[in-house]
């Protein structure tokens, strides 16, 4: 029996992982144990671990002390119990996703006991946020890598790892969300009490971690811009990282007409499917915009440098800061042209292999010196 533990830092890496660490969970070789992070834990988001499955072996520190407010105060309180966790269940391989500040708390701790790493989606590129650096650290730190893109291989390649410890996927979940039920208006309407016959845009604007100084502009702007279309807004929360608390109070002293605008703490991936469905377009600096977006056949309205560097699909729109670049991308994303080009957009992110081929690698990965030592290969 392989004890395999998979470390989540939020719903956003839950969603991109479920359909692989599910799989894997059920395998009879293969006992799988899914931390979570304190943010899973935080009533201001949802309590987002509720909608992690209770088929997974969960494991999470109930005795929280601090409060829910310093990202590095969270990290050191994960980090002291996930140790203690790790010298108990001894794992023998640690599986970890993206670039959330949190998930350096498995490479960490695994390191020193030479447990194995396995990155799912390195190689990409955020120059807007901190997030680039944690990404890359953990690329290093790891012993197996899952990409997105060729692309993404090729910068793994070109920061020194070994061609034969990258394998280019493509992102699986989206090949759930196209599989999934999606739900009608009726049934949105009433599970979150919110009129979504009405016509409404999707808005998810998180901290940009390297422009935190600008945050009141380029809230300011990006509200104005949306209250100029006349829509109704369904909003969602930013993520944990610095600021956002200012993000969260902005927008709800700017949407209060709750007839108009919803907000969301943390609604579920088929509810949030089946909105940004139904939505005209979804607009904000998320990833989800880039990724999930294409494969909906929805229009994206990607403001500011928070996503620069990331491969967009030609369902997106780039838009500055400035309340006039927004409200004329506004009016691209809702043009008959770009509505018709966006229906027939493909998604270079979806995967072409099977779920099963991906499970039965990690399954058949042989903990062995090869894999745990790392050699940088110099690019002549």
Request: aromatic letters at 8%.
């Amino acid at each position: 029996m392989k004890k395999i533990l998979v470390i989540s830092a939020g719903r956003s890496d839950y969603d991109r992982y479920y359909p692989i660490i599910n799989k894997l969970n059920n395998k009879k070789k293969i006992k799988l144990y899914v931390y979570l992070t304190k943010t899973h834990q935080d009533k201001k988001f949802g309590l987002t671990g509720n909608f992690v499955s209770k088929e997974f072996s969960i494991i999470k520190n109930k005795n929280i002390t601090k409060k829910f407010n310093d990202l590095s105060e969270n990290f050191l309180e994960d980090l002291e119990y996930l140790i203690k966790k790790i010298r108990i269940l001894k794992p023998e391989m640690l599986i970890v996703l993206g670039d959330r500040y949190e998930m350096l708390l498995g490479p960490i701790s695994c390191i020193p006991k030479n447990i194995p790493i396995i990155h799912f989606y390195g190689g990409s590129v955020t120059e807007g946020a901190i997030d680039e650096l944690v990404r890359h650290a953990i690329t290093k730190m790891s012993h197996y890598h899952f990409v997105a893109l060729k692309q993404y291989k090729h910068r793994l390649i070109q920061m020194g790892e070994e061609s034969w410890r990258i394998k280019n996927i493509g992102v699986h979940s989206l090949n759930y969300i196209k599989s999934a039920k999606i739900l009608t208006k009726k049934n949105l309407t009433k599970n979150l009490n919110f009129d979504f016959n009405k016509p409404y845009c999707l808005l998810t604007f998180h901290p940009v971690t390297l422009e935190l100084a600008k945050i009141n502009l380029q809230l300011k702007n990006l509200v104005n811009a949306i209250k100029n279309t006349k829509l109704n807004v369904v909003i969602t929360y930013p993520n944990a990282d610095p600021l956002h608390e200012k993000i969260i109070q902005f927008l709800k002293n700017k949407f209060k007409n709750k007839n108009k605008y919803l907000i969301i703490k943390n609604c579920g991936q088929i509810n949030y499917i089946s909105i940004l469905k139904h939505s005209k377009f979804i607009i904000g600096n998320s990833s989800s915009g880039i990724v999930e977006a294409a494969t909906l056949k929805k229009p994206s309205i990607n403001i500011g440098t928070r996503q620069d560097g990331k491969l967009k699909p030609k369902n997106v729109i780039n838009s500055n800061y400035s309340k006039q670049d927004i409200i004329n991308s506004i009016k691209i994303a809702s043009s008959s042209n770009f509505l018709k080009k966006t229906r027939y957009v493909s998604n270079p992110y979806e995967s072409k292999i099977s779920i099963d081929n991906i499970v039965n690698h990690i399954v058949k990965l042989k903990i062995n010196d090869k894999l745990l030592r790392k050699k940088f290969i110099n690019i002549r």
